[in-house]
T-cell receptor
Framework: AQTVTQSQPEMSVQEAETVTLSCTYD???????LFWYKQPPSRQMILVIR??????QNATENRFSVNFQKAAKSFSLKISDSQLGDTAMYFC?????????????FGTGTRLKVLA | DSGVTQTPKHLITATGQRVTLRCSPR?????VYWYQQSLDQGLQFLIQ???????AKGNILERFSAQQFPDLHSELNLSSLELGDSALYFC???????????????FGEGSWLTVV
């Protein structure tokens, strides 16, 4: 069974500093996708970044980047130059095609607070 | 704006009642997903449809049902409501089902259900 684990329930970071959120997953699939979603206080789910498992290059979106370690099944999110607007819940998600359909599995989330 | 539209945004109803939540996926998306998020909880996958057919079922109660119509919009029906059903219900959509490439899911803003 596929699982996604976010071991840090809460984190905080000073504005303008860098923070890394951890995510590990477990799967026997070889082809899958990984995502980070952000949920600000408005509760809307916003896609932050995505990574295809077959790509070795780490994905980057402006201040957001990932460290994808396929062998270790690790997919951490790095936020550089943290801004107050980055305060949110962050969910790691895993998608694999198995048993005839795509299965989406979300981690339990990491609550990030950016401090002024 | 993700392009996924959910109505109503807020709903208050009494225990024992029945409600219907509606979702219009992004233009061109064939897959629709329903998730439940209780206060300070993660995302619970309920059910997925692809082009009108049920594709995957998660932790959906028997009191809940869903369907996807020929125009691809979807409805989630919640009946015999209990206090514990109070939650934010998300609809999400993606382009494809089996055999497709990227399957990034985009979330609507959610429907807040309060059962009193």
């Amino acid at each position: 069974a596929q699982t996604v684990t976010q071991s840090q329930p809460e984190m905080s970071v000073q504005e303008a500093e860098t923070v890394t959120l951890s995510c590990t997953y477990d799967t026997s699939e070889s082809n899958y996708y990984l995502f980070w979603y952000k949920q600000p206080p408005s509760r809307q789910m916003i896609l932050v970044i995505r990574q295809e498992a077959y790509k070795q290059q780490n994905a980057t979106e402006n201040r957001f980047s990932v460290n994808f370690q396929k062998a270790a099944k690790s997919f951490s999110l790095k936020i550089s130059d943290s801004q107050l607007g980055d305060t949110a819940m962050y969910f790691c998600a895993f998608i694999a095609y198995t048993s005839g359909t795509y299965k989406y599995i979300f981690g339990t989330g990491t609550r990030l607070k950016v401090l002024a | 704006d993700s392009g996924v539209t959910q109505t109503p945004k807020h709903l208050i109803t009494a225990t024992g009642q029945r409600v219907t939540l509606r979702c219009s996926p992004r233009s061109g998306d064939l897959s629709v997903y329903w998730y439940q998020q209780s206060l300070d909880q993660g995302l619970q996958f309920l059910i997925q449809y692809y082009n009108g057919e049920e594709r995957a079922k998660g932790n959906i109660l028997e009191r809940f049902s869903a369907q996807q119509f020929p125009d691809l919009h979807s409805e989630l029906n919640l009946s015999s409501l209990e206090l514990g059903d109070s939650a934010l219900y998300f609809c999400a959509s993606s382009v494809g089902g089996p055999g497709q490439g990227r399957n990034t899911i985009y979330f609507g803003e959610g429907s807040w259900l309060t059962v009193v």
